[in-house]
């Protein structure tokens, strides 16, 4: 089952624009976290964001969760080709159990 | 360096055959994961263990077994019995529930 998941499914850019990627889910939960994948590699942990707070920095990132519409959104500002790889939300449902459920996430191309 | 490893990299499996994944962290991690990736999709939950002699199974399950009698190892065999096998599978691994996941680089397992 998805708990998370991800729009737009794939997002083109110009580099030095911001990107911005949104994702909803379906139960309470205690923790959202966002991840990185480049093609045919494993994910890089990005940000946790815990239910009781609305919104995270890190480096050129921003994250911001609003538990009352179940959404959360990752931004990425001054874009850089490097940054081209597919984000994904997850979410551990307020399982408490330790057990996270990933997104089908979204596409980032950032075009140099 | 502390991380988490994954071997083979790519493995080739005849029908009818079980063969078995391996994961190997060294970052005192107490829980566990094995994760199933289909091109263009997310993940999705094979397994899980929150600790040593412990595992849950996740969302997909059928067809795949493991074991975890070391913190360091959690080793995924996928048996005959799994009839759509050719995926790319990943293992990660988190010291709670309040943390990210560290994940290995990825076993790309292909039916042949």
């Known amino acids: 089952s998805q708990q998370g998941e991800e729009d737009p499914q794939a997002l083109s850019i110009q580099e030095g624009e911001n990107a911005t990627m949104n994702c909803s889910y379906k139960?309470?939960?205690?923790?959202l976290q966002w991840y990185r994948q480049n093609s045919g590699r494993g994910l890089v942990h990005l940000i946790l964001i815990r239910s009781n707070e609305r919104e995270k920095h890190s480096g050129r990132l921003r994250v911001t969760l609003d538990t009352s519409k179940k959404s959360s959104s990752l931004l990425i500002t001054a874009s850089r080709a490097a940054d081209t790889a597919s984000y994904f939300c997850?979410?551990?449902?307020?399982?408490?159990?330790?057990?996270?459920?990933f997104g089908t996430g979204t596409r980032l191309k950032v075009l140099a | 360096d502390g991380g988490i490893t994954q071997s083979p990299k790519y493995l080739f499996r005849k029908e009818g055959q079980n063969v078995t994944l391996s994961c190997e962290q060294n970052l005192n991690h107490d829980a566990m994961y094995w994760y199933r990736q289909d091109p263009g999709q997310g993940l999705r939950l094979i397994y899980y263990?929150?600790?040593?002699?412990?595992?849950q199974k996740g969302d997909i399950a059928e067809g795949y077994s493991v074991s975890r009698e070391k913190k360091e190892s959690f080793p995924l065999t996928v048996t005959s019995a799994q009839k759509n096998p050719t995926a790319f599978y990943l293992c990660a691994s988190s010291i709670s529930d309040s943390y990210g996941y560290t994940f290995g680089s990825g076993t790309r397992l292909t039916v042949v």
């Open positions: 997850a979410t551990d449902g307020g399982s408490g159990t330790y057990k996270y459920i």
């Open positions: 263990s929150q600790i040593v002699n412990d595992f």
């Open positions: 139960t309470s939960i205690n923790n």
